[in-house]
Nanobody, 120 residues
Framework: QVELVESGGGLVQPGGSLRLACTASGDVSRIRPMGWYRQVPGRQRTFVAAITSGGATNYEDSVSGRFTISRDSAKDTLYLQMYSLKPEDTAVYYC??????????????WGQGTQVTVSS
């Protein structure tokens, strides 16, 4: 089993920066791709950014150029560095990891989420 715990959320002014972290524990050797998603009340959870085990990254258009996803395998931690934050970035941010399963598709697990609020 793998557990994901997010941290680093909070209140920030428009134009500010914030770095989220997601620390994995348990059978971390099974982790393959990892990603960040976000959700606002009353709406579906949406993709923000992802990174493969080889380091290839992908971003949702509205955050491309402002957010950077990275992972530190030595610390079993995923990061999301966010710059030039906007009020529309306000959401609960969730960490996601794909776990290898011998002979079967990846199984995805989620963290509990961390609130990011962008407001003056």
């Amino acid at each position: 089993q793998v557990e994901l715990v997010e941290s680093g959320g909070g209140l920030v002014q428009p134009g500010g920066s914030l770095r989220l972290a997601c620390t994995a524990s348990g059978d971390v050797s099974r982790i393959r791709p990892m990603g960040w998603y976000r959700q606002v009340p009353g709406r579906q959870r949406t993709f923000v950014a992802a990174i493969t085990s080889g380091g290839a990254t992908n971003y949702e258009d509205s955050v491309s150029g402002r957010f950077t996803i990275s992972r530190d395998s030595a610390k079993d931690t995923l990061y999301l560095q966010m710059y030039s934050l906007k009020p529309e970035d306000t959401a609960v941010y969730y960490c996601n990891a794909g776990l290898s399963q011998l002979g079967r598709p990846l199984r995805y697990v989620w963290g509990q989420g961390t609130q990011v609020t962008v407001s003056s």
